[in-house]
């Protein structure tokens, strides 16, 4: 039989346990191949995809991309897939930091001057993203180590703020409210790390960047149309639209 000061003991030691557990539990760890390939709250994850063509291509800066895509569950239950509960996810991985930010910034801002996108610094819980709005399509982009991230789709109005939610903390976004404002060359000189090269300085495998380049490549189907395993912020154990 335990006495009151033994139980008081274990009590005590049982939640200095837990709160030890709490404070090194972390951010989720980086998925292996890029995405969350598990159901994020209210989306369940429906197919990955590996790609050798990226979107914003930086020079001497090696990179393959990884994409995802979600549906919403009711309008899945509910067999009423539309644009709006649809929404995908691209995340190109480069072998260093060299050139992202720059590369980022003036891919946005070229859809910017040609007058067809809107682009503005939002802030989107915890993170700080690029929102690239227009021609029936809604993305949050950002940087991130070593990473670009892209979230949303066509033919939506909103960002699914959830999957911004959950790859901002496996993400954790770089960006800076001023940096539409700040001069190219102030993000990164070009004689360090160069942004993406003109079109006739792209390698014959590396095609220049464009919106529809996501069309071709292997697709792997993810998860059974009964697995409905939710992970709040989402399960990473191992697993397209674009403006």
């Known amino acids: 039989m335990f006495d009151s000061l033994s139980i008081a003991m274990l009590r005590a030691a049982a939640l200095?346990?837990?709160?030890?557990?709490?404070?090194?539990g972390g951010a989720p760890?980086?998925?292996?191949?890029?995405?969350?390939?598990?159901?994020?709250?209210?989306?369940?994850?429906r197919r990955y995809q590996k790609l050798l063509d990226v979107e914003i291509w930086v020079r001497d800066?090696?990179?393959?991309?990884?994409?995802?895509?979600?549906?919403?569950?009711?309008?899945?239950?509910?067999?009423?897939?539309?644009?709006?509960?649809?929404?995908?996810?691209?995340?190109?991985?480069?072998?260093?930091?060299?050139?992202?930010?720059?590369?980022?910034?003036?891919?946005?801002?070229?859809?910017?001057?040609?007058?067809?996108?809107?682009?503005?610094?939002?802030?989107?819980?915890?993170?700080?993203?690029l929102s690239v709005r227009g021609q029936g399509?809604?993305?949050?982009?950002?940087?991130?180590?070593?990473?670009?991230?892209?979230?949303?789709?066509?033919?939506?109005?909103?960002l699914p703020e959830e999957l911004v939610a959950a790859y901002a903390?496996?993400?954790?976004?770089?960006?800076?409210?001023?940096?539409?404002?700040?001069?190219?060359?102030?993000?990164?000189?070009?004689?360090?790390?160069p942004g993406p090269a003109a079109d006739d300085d792209l390698p014959g495998d590396s095609p220049a960047p464009d919106w529809d380049a996501y069309q071709s490549g292997e697709i792997e189907v993810g998860g059974d149309d009964d697995n409905d395993s939710d992970s709040g912020d989402a399960d990473d154990d191992p697993g397209s639209d674009a403006p």
């Open 169 to 193: 903390e496996r993400y954790p976004s770089r960006l800076s409210g001023d940096i539409l404002d700040r001069p190219l060359e102030e993000l990164e000189p070009a004689t360090e790390a």
């Open 61 to 129: 800066n090696p990179a393959v991309g990884h994409t995802a895509t979600y549906v919403r569950k009711d309008a899945e239950r509910e067999g009423r897939i539309e644009s709006d509960t649809l929404a995908s996810v691209f995340v190109t991985r480069y072998q260093d930091n060299r050139g992202l930010l720059r590369g980022l910034v003036e891919f946005v801002k070229r859809l910017d001057d040609e007058g067809s996108y809107e682009v503005e610094v939002e802030s989107l819980g915890d993170a700080l993203v």
């Open 137 to 158: 399509e809604s993305w949050a982009l950002w940087q991130a180590d070593k990473h670009i991230i892209k979230v949303g789709g066509r033919g939506r109005e909103t």
């Open 29 to 45: 760890a980086v998925p292996e191949r890029g995405v969350v390939e598990s159901n994020v709250d209210t989306w369940r994850f």
């Open 16 to 24: 200095g346990t837990a709160l030890l557990l709490c404070a090194c």
